[in-house]
């Protein structure tokens, strides 16, 4: 069930981040929340304000994303490079096998983050087939 309707205004710059901020911060802090989040919303300041609510956050993230690994400015689409399959954990789900590399990394000075690589197993790692979700739960 929706747990709140507003209306957006179209022509509002950042306008949808700000009511989803909003609602967020509406929400009595409880433990065990997750905000998932899809890439189109996957910002800092939205990501920020699920912690300070004691939710934890699973977003998505655009191809286009800087990551910062051990320092390095590194676009999100060209992170299988850097993976090698022996760092990765086999992840079960239903019938299909996917290699996941979990990564702790720095993104726009976000704190206590990490980013989870997977792909299918029958399928190269490539950038098509890499999927990226950013976490704040260890």
Known sequence: F???FRQHQKFVRCQKIALTIDTVRSLLPIDHVYVLINSWYS???LIEACPAQRFHVIAALKMNRILYLKGIAV?????????QESGTHLVTV???NYPVYRYGVLLNDLDDTFVLFCWK???PMTTGNLCRVLSTDP
């Open 2 to 4: 929706p747990y709140e």
């Open 43 to 45: 910002f800092k300041t």
């Open 75 to 83: 676009q999100a689409k060209n992170i299988s490079q850097y993976i």
């Open 94 to 96: 239903g019938k299909e």
């Open 121 to 123: 197993t029958e399928e």
